[in-house]
C-alpha cells in the first residue's frame, strides 16, 4: 500500500484530497496545527470524517515545530509527500505578514528537509495563482516570469517555488509544484467569497464586491482540483530533461527534476456572472454594496491548463454553475438554513 503525507488534511483542500486517496485504497498519514484563523470546529468535522477510515491516521502540530514534524514523518515513512498546508488568504496577508513568513516559509523549509531526509519518490507542494502577480498577459502560463508578486502570501509562495527549485537541483529531489485558480465547493473555507456571499444572502447582509464586480477568476472546482494532483503524483519529474520526459509546453527545469504546473478551469469568469448564479440557485437577490479594488488584489487570473493535460490528459471543467449549486447543498445541509 502506497503511504502519502499530507500537510493541511483538516484544511479545504487537503480533506478532499485526503478523502479521495483514501478512497482509491492510499494510506494516509495527515499532519495540521488547527490553527484558528477560521472556525475551528469546521476543520475539526473534515478530520472525523477522514478518521472514519482505518488507513488515515493524523498529528496536530504545527509545521514550524520541526522536530515533531521529523519524528512523524520517520515513524510514517512514507513513499509520497504533499504539502498544503499554509497561512491562506491574501487579505489576511495585509494584517498579519508574519503569520506568513511562519507558516509559508518556514514551515515549508521543514517539510522539504523531512523530505529530503526520507528521499521521497516525489514531493508535491502548493503554490497559487497570486505567484503571477502583475502579469497581464493571459491565460497564464508556467512557463511566464513571475516577479511582480503583490502580497506577503503570494511572495511567500513565490519564495517557496525557488526553495524547492535549489532542493531538487542540490539533492536530486522530484518536485512538482502546482498553481491553484480560484478553488471552490463543499466544506470551503469561510473567508472565501462563496461562502461569505452565500452566508449573507441567507442572512439578509449586504455583499461587498470589490473593483464593482469587474473582476474575473478562474473558479476551480475543488473535486476537479484534487483529481488534477492525484494524477499529478505519477507523473514524477526526472533530471536531465530527454525527449521521453519532456512533453509539450513543459516547465521541466533543465537543471534539476523540478517542474511548476496550473490546475484551473481555463475559463475566465466574471464576478457578477458568478454573484448571479448563487443567486438564481438561492432564488433570492443580493444586496449589493460595490466599492473600490482592495490593495494587493487583481483585476483577473485564467490558467492555460495545457501542460496539465499533456501530462495527465485531463483538464478541470466543472460549470460554475454546477460548482455553485453543489456548495449551497452543503452549505444549507450543514448550516441548517
Known amino acids: 500500500m502506497i503511504r502519502i503525507f499530507i500537510t493541511g488534511t483538516a484544511g479545504f483542500i487537503g480533506f478532499h484530497l485526503a478523502k479521495r486517496l483514501l ?16 472556525d475551528v470546529t469546521l476543520k475539526e468535522n473534515r478530520h472525523q470524517i477522514l478518521l472514519k477510515n482505518e488507513a488515515f491516521t493524523s498529528t496536530q502540530s504545527l509545521l514550524e515545530d520541526q522536530e515533531t514534524l521529523w519524528r ?12 498544503l498546508a499554509a497561512q491562506a488568504g491574501v487579505r489576511y496577508s495585509l494584517e498579519n505578514p508574519r503569520a506568513y513568513i511562519d507558516s509559508n516559509v518556514i514551515g515549508t523549509f521543514n517539510v522539504m528537509e523531512s523530505a529530503k531526509q ?23 502560463v508556467e512557463t511566464e516570469k513571475a516577479d511582480m508578486q503583490l502580497t506577503i502570501y503570494s511572495a511567500t509562495k513565490k519564495a517557496n517555488e525557488s ?91 533543465a537543471v534539476a527534476p523540478f517542474r511548476i504546473v496550473n490546475i484551473g478551469n481555463s475559463d475566465k469568469v466574471c464576478l457578477l456572472d458568478f454573484i448571479d448564479a448563487i443567486e438564481n440557485e ?31 490528459d485531463y483538464h478541470p471543467q466543472t460549470d460554475f454553475r454546477d460548482g455553485i449549486a453543489k456548495f449551497i447543498s452543503w452549505f444549507r445541509n450543514y448550516y441548517q438554513k
Open 118 to 140: 526520507m528521499k521521497v519518490k516525489h514531493l508535491l507542494m502548493a503554490s497559487t495563482s497570486s505567484v503571477y502577480g502583475a502579469n497581464e498577459m493571459m491565460p497564464f
Open 23 to 38: 478512497e482509491e485504497g492510499f494510506r494516509v498519514h495527515g499532519f495540521d496545527g488547527m490553527t484558528d484563523y477560521y
Open 282 to 312: 438561492l432564488g433570492i437577490k443580493a444586496k449589493r454594496n460595490y466599492m473600490d479594488m482592495q490593495k494587493g488584489d487583481v483585476p483577473a487570473t485564467w490558467a492555460n491548463t495545457d501542460l496539465l493535460k499533456n501530462l495527465t
Open 163 to 253: 526553495m524547492a527549485h535549489a532542493y531538487a537541483h542540490l539533492w536530486n529531489l522530484p518536485i512538482t509544484m502546482f498553481r491553484f485558480f480560484t478553488v471552490y465547493g463543499p466544506w470551503g473555507r469561510p473567508d472565501l467569497a462563496l461562502f461569505k456571499f452565500v452566508e449573507a444572502i441567507l442572512d439578509g447582509q449586504q455583499i461587498d464586491i470589490y473593483n464593482h464586480g469587474k473582476m474575473y477568476r478562474d473558479f476551480t472546482y475543488v473535486d476537479d482540483l484534487v483529481y488534477g494532483i492525484r494524477l499529478l503524483i505519477d507523473a514524477v519529474p526526472e533530471y536531465p530533461a530527454t525527449s521521453k520526459n519532456v512533453v509539450k509546453d513543459d516547465s521541466l527545469s
Open 72 to 83: 512523524v514523518v520517520k515513524d510514517f515513512q512514507p513513499d509520497v509527500i504533499i504539502h
